[in-house]
């Protein structure tokens, strides 16, 4: 099991990443910028606990917590959406992670800039993602480099379509009318990481309950397929579950890995700007 555990912890930058910022999204094909019917509100924050799931054993990985404030980039008024994760029991001592992500918006909800800082294992890297738009073509400036040395940079395009950084597409999913989406509903997108561009599949299924913790989530049920070689398939690659109310909170997510699965949770919701009405404490 720990050489298990170790092997896994290769990917487990991927792990998270992919499965909070990356899995964790979903968009409405709309216009490259956040509506203003937004229903994140100021001092918001979401608390997730990820697990590895290898056969019947499922130790908890660790820990992310979104958070959502009003904020300042280079002196002007700004939104920023923030993500911190830290690895917990014995995927800290075998492979200790921490990240933090932040995405800046300006007035007019558009993401302007991403800020990715990944220290593992002793590892420490650097992320910024800088996104300029015109008409429907967005180009993004991707810098990476560490304490020491400079690994990229460089500036993807995209003629068209909707395009992200991995948490900034985090927002995306409170914008769906959950009461238009039908079974069979595919929706696309593109999301920058480093020097790729990675494309990314929603599949809406329909309706589905999630229980844990003593409560019962309604939620919306998607598959999602990720072309990315840290999945062990691209078809169904996630499972994604929506809570079923004006937040459209994400309550659960799964991905097969190369070893084992990673199942996310919500843990706790504060602050959120309506009411939790999804969730319903089941009879003891």
Known sequence: MAWAVWAEGLVCRRLILVCFCFVLFFLKVQAQYLPFNMTLNPGEELKYDIYFRWGVLMPRAGEARFSFNEAELQGQPASRYR???????????????????????GLDNKLLYGLKHTVESGYDLTDILTFSYSGERTSVHSLRYTPTTQKLDTTLTVASGHVFDMLGATFFLRTLDRNS?????????TVVTGKDL??????????SIVERDNYKYRTHYYIIDILDDAFSQTKASAELWIGDDENYI???VRTKLKIGYAEVYLKSADNLKKPMECRVQMKK
């Open 83 to 105: 993500m911190i994760f830290h690895t917990a029991n014995i995927f800290e001592a075998i492979y200790k992670m921490r990240d933090t992500i932040n995405c800046y918006y």
């Open 181 to 189: 989406v039908e079974p069979g509903n595919v929706f696309v997108c």
């Open 198 to 207: 990675i494309n990314t599949c929603f599949r809406y299924q329909g309706q």
């Open 250 to 252: 994400p309550v659960k």
